[in-house]
Structure formats: structure tokens, C-alpha cells
């Protein structure tokens, strides 16, 4: 018995040591993690939780490489309960109770308590995430779920509840530094500056991503210190990050900034979009809504630039059409900026909801059939093409409306500013 422990255990650190990067460097503790200060700086609420040992379930939620996984296991590391870990790619409700059971068993017997880390838990159906709910619920496990999508949306509402939400943002500079310099002492090796330089650049907050960069350029060098051209080879086939959360926040900041009259930031976003593989038809369809929701009438000439993009991107495609896309973006940018369009079609769809709705008056009633005069349809009207004067003086709301006003052309920022 004690030689096939001694068996398992060598064949534990025989696969360690075969281990990716990312996966030798997670700590054992908190006092390891790297990144996430608002998280686990010395008083923050998840150390607090954890060195108090009174953490009930949390979902941990953020962008890919932000160490989530990394966390889970510095959580249980940190402390005396059991760790139990399942992928919700793989897992099923029988794998839940199983796990269920054991800690029960554990709890009962020793008294000992189990966290249970559930990986990608945004993958879990609902029947799966129920059968958690009562272990959860009494106490039994201490959920730890990892997701990269906004758990309000992929996690159900009473699992939800009986969780605390954790946000994990990217990490920053020093913090990638860090993990390069830690990377480098696991694989015995040194790089340059610039080789540093350019990891830490590249890394876009994702310290598996740069671990993984990291970990090519160092056997690319081979027994000689990684160079800035290691670098970029090992860069040269990573992926940018963009997931749900991202789409909805990059194009939610590319409207902002040409809101907030920003060329370069939209050109930016911009960028990221067309780089993620972004569909360009939905970003045309953006830069044509915003032409009229956020300039409109302060310069009707943008609308027809942004249709334009919209038409020439089906008409020659990307890569060319992105030009046609940054001219249409930097136009809504640059141009002045007025919400009168919207808020009239806003305010009176609104009005019309709420009851104010009247008859069409008689004399803008059709008059094109047999009969129509008889009724007194269209025979009081005047045309603009008859007598311009009569035609403005017209009444074109129904009397009980005629108080009403929906269109107010206000001047923009830049046209009060002027005027100033």
C-alpha cells in the first residue's frame, strides 16, 4: 500500500513538472495570487472571507486569463476544507450528487466542510444547476463557480442569490510583469527588456495568455535568453480575447465615443471590433443608427456618409470596406451633435402609447377615390405647390393635439459654443 502512494505520488510530480506554465505558477494560497487587489488586497472583502473562514458560495466572474481558477484553488489552499473540482463542459447531474454525497459524508464524519469548484458553470442547464441548489442551500458545499460570461444572464436566479458575486477585471502592467518574471524563474531561462516589454504589452490582461507566450518564446531560445524575435514569433498565433461581454462592451464604447465626439477612441473600438471578427454589417448598422440618434439634424449630411459605408461594405467587403467603416465613424464623430431626431420620434411613440391618439383631420384624409369630396375628405387642403403661405398655416395635428410638440430643434454643444 505504501509503495503504490509512493507510485502516485511520483507520478504527481512527474506530471507537474510536464504541467503547462500557467498551471506550475497557480499558488497555494491567496497570499500568492497575483492581481485582483480589490479582491484579495490586505482588508478586502474575499480575503477577509477567506481568513475568517466564513466564505459561503461566490461566483467568480471576468474576461478569460484572469485567474479565476487560479483563485479557486488559492481559496482552498488557504483553507482547512476539502476541495472538490468539476467542469460543467463534462459534469453531469449524476457527478453533482456523487460529489454532493461525499460531502456529506466528509461533514458528517469529520465535521469537515467541501468546496466545490465548478468551472464555466455558465454551461451548466438548469436542471443541473438545481440539483446544487439544496447542498448549497444548507450548507453541505461551498460553491465556487468560474464563469467568463455575466452570471445575471447564465446562472439561475436562485442559485444566483444564495451567492456572492466576485468581478475579476484584467490584470494590469506590473501585474503581467510579474507573472513573465515568475515565468521566466520556473523555466530557468532570462529575456530581454524589450522581449519583457513586448509580453507585457501584448498580454491584453491575460496572464494565461502571456504564460503560454512566454512559455513558446522560451523554448524557441532553447539555452539562449529570449529575444524580442522569440517574442513575436510566440505572439504571432495568439488569439485576441473577445467574448459575449466584450461584444456588448466594445460596441457599447464605440458609440460613446462618437457620441462624446472622439474620433481616435472610435477609430479604436473600431478597431478591436474588425480585429475580434466583429460581423462589420452589425458595426455599419451602429454607425447608421447613430448618424440620426446622435447628430440628426445638426448635420443631415452625416446620415448619407454612414449609409454610404453601410452600402459600400456589401458592395466591396472587408478587408476594404474598412475604410469605408472608419471614414462613416470619424464623420458621426466630428459632427456636431444633437438629440432633437430621436427625442421627437421617442416622445411622441410615447405620447401615442399613453393615449394620444385622434382622428386624421378631413382635409388631410385621402381624396383619391369616387366620393371622397362627398365626405368632405381632402377638400379644404392646400398644397405647398399651390399656395406656399396657406400650405405652412395649415393645421396638420387634430385639434386636440394641436398644443403638442415633439420636434424641438435644439443647438448642439458645438453650436452653442459658437454662438458664445
Same mark, same amino acid.
Given at each position: 500500500?505504501?509503495?503504490?502512494?509512493?507510485?502516485?505520488?511520483?507520478?504527481?510530480?512527474?506530471? +507537474?513538472?510536464?504541467?503547462?506554465?500557467?498551471?506550475?505558477?497557480? $499558488? +497555494?494560497?491567496?497570499?500568492?495570487?497575483? *492581481?485582483?487587489?480589490?479582491?484579495?488586497?490586505?482588508?478586502?472583502?474575499?480575503?477577509?472571507?477567506?481568513?475568517?473562514?466564513?466564505?459561503?458560495?461566490?461566483?467568480?466572474?471576468?474576461?478569460? *486569463? =484572469?485567474?479565476?481558477?487560479?483563485?479557486?484553488?488559492?481559496?482552498?489552499?488557504?483553507?482547512?476544507?476539502?476541495?472538490?473540482?468539476?467542469?460543467?463542459? =463534462?459534469?453531469?447531474?449524476?457527478?453533482?450528487?456523487? +460529489?454532493?454525497?461525499?460531502?456529506?459524508?466528509?461533514?458528517?464524519?469529520?465535521?469537515?466542510?467541501?468546496?466545490?469548484?465548478?468551472?464555466?458553470?455558465?454551461?451548466?442547464? !438548469?436542471?443541473?444547476?438545481?440539483?446544487?441548489?439544496?447542498?448549497?442551500?444548507?450548507?453541505?458545499?461551498?460553491?465556487?463557480?468560474?464563469?467568463?460570461?455575466?452570471?445575471?444572464?447564465?446562472?439561475?436566479? $436562485?442559485?444566483?442569490?444564495?451567492?456572492?458575486?466576485?468581478?475579476?477585471?484584467?490584470?494590469?502592467?506590473?501585474?503581467?510583469?510579474?507573472?513573465?518574471?515568475? *515565468?521566466?524563474?520556473?523555466?530557468?531561462?532570462?529575456?530581454? @527588456?524589450? /522581449?519583457?516589454?513586448?509580453?507585457?504589452?501584448?498580454?491584453?490582461?491575460?496572464?494565461?495568455?502571456?504564460?503560454?507566450?512566454?512559455?513558446?518564446?522560451?523554448?524557441?531560445?532553447?539555452? =539562449?535568453?529570449?529575444?524580442?524575435?522569440?517574442?513575436? &514569433?510566440?505572439? *504571432?498565433?495568439?488569439?485576441?480575447?473577445?467574448?459575449?461581454?466584450?461584444?456588448?462592451?466594445?460596441?457599447?464604447?464605440?458609440? !460613446?465615443?462618437?457620441?462624446?465626439?472622439?474620433?481616435?477612441?472610435?477609430?479604436?473600438?473600431?478597431?478591436?471590433?474588425?480585429?475580434?471578427?466583429?460581423?462589420?454589417?452589425?458595426?455599419?448598422?451602429?454607425?447608421?443608427?447613430?448618424?440620426? @440618434?446622435?447628430?440628426?439634424? /445638426?448635420?443631415?449630411?452625416?446620415?448619407?456618409?454612414?449609409?454610404?459605408?453601410?452600402?459600400?461594405?456589401?458592395?466591396?467587403?472587408?478587408?476594404?470596406?474598412?475604410?469605408?467603416?472608419?471614414? /462613416?465613424?470619424?464623420?458621426? /464623430?466630428?459632427?456636431? !451633435?444633437? &438629440?432633437?431626431?430621436?427625442?421627437?420620434?421617442?416622445d411622441a411613440r410615447a405620447d401615442v402609447r399613453a393615449g394620444a391618439v385622434a382622428e386624421v383631420p378631413a382635409h388631410l384624409r385621402d381624396s383619391h377615390y369616387s366620393g371622397a369630396s362627398e365626405l368632405g375628405h381632402g377638400t379644404d387642403y392646400v398644397s405647398p405647390h399651390d399656395d406656399a403661405v396657406a400650405a405652412r398655416e395649415q393645421r396638420y395635428l387634430p385639434d386636440e393635439l394641436a398644443d403638442r410638440g415633439w420636434y424641438r430643434r435644439r443647438r448642439s454643444h458645438d453650436e452653442t459654443r459658437e454662438a458664445d
Open positions: 500500500m505504501e509503495s503504490a502512494d509512493l507510485f502516485s505520488a511520483a507520478a504527481r510530480d512527474r506530471l +507537474t513538472s510536464k504541467a503547462p506554465l500557467a498551471a506550475r505558477l497557480r $499558488p +497555494t494560497t491567496i497570499d500568492d495570487v497575483v *492581481g485582483q487587489a480589490h479582491l484579495v488586497g490586505p482588508g478586502r472583502p474575499l480575503r477577509r472571507l477567506v481568513e475568517q473562514d466564513r466564505l459561503t458560495s461566490a461566483i467568480l466572474w471576468g474576461p478569460p *486569463g =484572469t485567474g479565476k481558477t487560479t483563485l479557486a484553488l488559492a481559496i482552498a489552499g488557504s483553507t482547512a476544507r476539502a476541495f472538490e473540482q468539476l467542469s460543467a463542459v =463534462t459534469a453531469g447531474v449524476a457527478d453533482v450528487r456523487a +460529489t454532493i454525497a461525499r460531502a456529506t459524508a466528509l461533514l458528517g464524519e469529520q465535521d469537515r466542510r467541501t468546496i466545490l469548484f465548478l468551472d464555466e458553470i455558465h454551461r451548466f442547464s !438548469k436542471s443541473q444547476q438545481d440539483a446544487l441548489l439544496p447542498a448549497v442551500e444548507d450548507g453541505t458545499l461551498t460553491l465556487i463557480g468560474a464563469t467568463t460570461e455575466n452570471p445575471f444572464f447564465e446562472v439561475n436566479a $436562485p442559485l444566483r442569490s444564495r451567492s456572492t458575486l466576485f468581478r475579476l477585471e484584467p490584470l494590469g502592467r506590473e501585474d503581467v510583469r510579474t507573472l513573465v518574471l515568475r *515565468g521566466l524563474q520556473a523555466e530557468g531561462a532570462s529575456a530581454s @527588456e524589450e /522581449a519583457i516589454d513586448l509580453l507585457v504589452e501584448r498580454a491584453g490582461g491575460d496572464g494565461r495568455q502571456v504564460l503560454t507566450a512566454l512559455e513558446v518564446a522560451c523554448a524557441l531560445a532553447g539555452a =539562449t535568453p529570449v529575444s524580442l524575435e522569440h517574442v513575436e &514569433s510566440a505572439l *504571432g498565433t495568439s488569439a485576441l480575447r473577445y467574448g459575449r461581454d466584450d461584444h456588448y462592451d466594445v460596441i457599447s464604447a464605440f458609440i !460613446k465615443s462618437m457620441r462624446g465626439s472622439d474620433p481616435d477612441a472610435a477609430v479604436y473600438w473600431l478597431a478591436r471590433m474588425l480585429e475580434a471578427g466583429e460581423d462589420p454589417r452589425f458595426i455599419a448598422r451602429r454607425i447608421v443608427i447613430a448618424a440620426s @440618434e446622435e447628430v440628426g439634424d /445638426a448635420d443631415d449630411s452625416v446620415l448619407g456618409v454612414a449609409v454610404a459605408a453601410a452600402r459600400a461594405l456589401e458592395f466591396v467587403g472587408l478587408p476594404e470596406a474598412q475604410l469605408n467603416l472608419a471614414q /462613416a465613424a470619424i464623420a458621426v /464623430a466630428r459632427a456636431p !451633435k444633437s &438629440s432633437a431626431v430621436s427625442r421627437a420620434i421617442w
